[in-house]
């Protein structure tokens, strides 16, 4: 193992998340590396340490105190418009107040109400493009399904979906794409972070007059108290705004790359049709194996040497999900797709006290899609001559996905 | 044998109560408790594998022969 900042393998210096090679091997680099180095030094984005094995990446996201959160992304930016989301980019202890509040909202309790009107999304959502014979699987099924089982969280209804979906797509501009040059997308974003917050605003005005409001997370987010005072309405702006970012994009693209594997893989598939029971570990391999999420960011809060690598107060460090998800070290055959994968530590929603907080709600909402999907169009394929593409940045999928459907007894 | 949680490194992947029921079950915040704190010869496999299956190494079992 050679000293770290010297990885002797070629292209570690300029590793980028922005740049991705395969959907199934999105940084083939991160393989290259991980028997020789267990991290290293790149330039790219701003310049960054990154980590290549599971046990050093989950020590890291246990570690608040030397890994800050107050930076999750690269390269490092600014919170624009909202400023820190809350409680992604909040530290102990102010976060682990946050995450008592926020909590008991996406407990396994609190999300089996939603099951019901979840699953009655996914049957609308599907039965369009099971009547036409097929269509473009993100934009009929991957997209709004998240986000039509998220609007009634804030109350509101199906109305607003197209709207809502229209302002993801702007705010996620720079985190796809990456900055531009000349500020282009960066504007844009910024235009739709404002439209967002209006938006939200709008809906906190209408609570405040409502003398009966529905019992739901934005109620019960104004009647939460950090320790002893109300939370103020910057601070709900905050939560909500990350609901948004956590929620939506990071179901489509385990959705997307999900279908494709299912579609080019007939032998998985039937363990789903034939074995409902299985869909749950499938979600979790999955999730494991595309990492939907390929990496969170952290700040380096103090000097520190960790996993080789000389690090020092300031320094950006990237922990990239993927490779940890993917270590041999950890997982036997880790290249395997293997539905009935046990153990699976997988780290698809993190670790330590960031751990996804809506994880709860993820899995019902995958493990509903694909039952729904297998139930009602059990027989599919992708559009012949389709190659799909990944995009880049630290939440990635699959943006276009056309799919053909056959008559169920077909399969 | 005995299996525990420790509350401090428990951060609510739910992964235990999910597979195992019949050991853990679910706080209103999402964290887990042991709802079955001395594991059955029947049950001993399933509450390895709850250890293993952590990736906060939250739950212990104690107590067991050494292989």
Same mark, same amino acid.
């Given at each position: 193992v050679s000293a770290a900042g010297a990885? @002797? $393998? =070629? +292209?570690a210096g300029r590793f980028s998340t922005f740049d991705v090679l395969g959907v199934? =091997? @999105?940084? @083939?680099i991160l393989r290259e590396l991980a028997p020789h180095c267990s991290s290293a030094w790149s330039e790219a984005m701003g310049g960054f340490w990154y980590l290549t094995r599971y046990e050093d990446i989950l020590e890291a996201l246990r570690r608040p105190d030397v890994f800050s959160s107050e930076a999750t992304f690269l390269p490092r930016t600014k919170h624009p418009v909202? +400023?820190? =989301? $809350? @409680? $992604?980019h909040i530290d102990r202890p102010a976060h682990t107040e946050y995450r008592r509040i926020i909590a008991p909202h996406f407990a396994p309790q609190a999300v089996a109400a939603m099951e019901a009107p979840i699953r009655a999304n996914a049957r609308e959502l599907l039965a369009p493009m099971i009547a036409a014979g097929g269509g473009e699987f993100v934009a009929a099924f991957a997209e709004p399904f998240p986000a039509a089982s998220f609007l009634p969280l804030l109350g509101l209804d199906r109305a607003d979906l197209d709207e809502l979906i229209t302002l993801l797509d702007e705010i996620l501009l720079t985190a796809q794409l990456g900055p531009s040059e000349d500020d282009s997308r960066e504007r844009r974003r910024d235009t739709a972070m404002r439209s967002l917050r209006d938006r939200i605003n709008a809906i906190l005005d209408a609570r405040d007059l409502m003398s009966d409001p529905p019992e739901d997370i934005v109620t019960g987010l104004l009647r939460s108290r950090f320790a002893d005072r109300p939370l103020s309405r910057d601070e709900i702006l905050r939560m909500i705004r990350l609901f948004f970012a956590a929620g939506l994009d990071t179901i489509k693209h385990t959705l997307s790359m999900s279908m494709w594997f299912l579609a080019t893989h007939p032998d998985h598939r039937r363990q789903l049709i034939e074995d409902p029971s299985s869909i749950p570990g499938a979600t979790e391999e999955l999730l494991r194996y595309?990492? #939907?999420? #390929?990496s969170y960011a952290r700040l380096v809060t103090r000097d520190i040497e960790f996993a080789g690598a000389p690090m020092k107060a300031g320094d950006m460090v990237l922990l990239p999900i993927i490779a940890a998800n993917r270590d041999a070290g950890r997982f036997a055959e880790p290249d395997v797709v293997d539905f009935a994968r046990m153990p699976n530590p997988q780290l698809g929603y993190g670790a +330590?006290?960031?751990?996804?907080? +809506?994880s709860h709600l993820a899995r019902l909402e995958l493990r509903v899609a694909l039952e729904e999907i297998h139930r009602l169009m059990p027989s599919y394929a992708m559009a012949s001559g389709f190659e799909p593409v990944r995009t880049g940045g630290q939440v990635s999928g699959i943006p276009e996905l056309p799919i053909v459907i056959g008559s169920p007894s077909a399969v | 044998v005995t299996l525990q949680i420790d509350p401090d490194s428990c951060?609510?992947?739910?992964r235990c109560y999910a597979l195992f029921p019949e050991l853990f079950a679910a706080e209103p915040d999402g964290t887990a408790t042991v709802s079955c704190v001395q594991p059955t010869a029947e049950q001993l496999g399933d509450a390895r594998m709850a250890v293993e299956n952590c990736p906060e190494g939250a739950i212990e079992l104690t107590g067991e022969a050494a292989a």
């Open positions: 990885c @002797p $393998i =070629e +292209g199934e =091997e @999105p940084f @083939p909202f +400023g820190p =989301e $809350i @409680p $992604i595309f990492s #939907t999420v #390929t +330590g006290p960031h751990r996804c907080a +809506g | 951060v609510g992947h739910g």
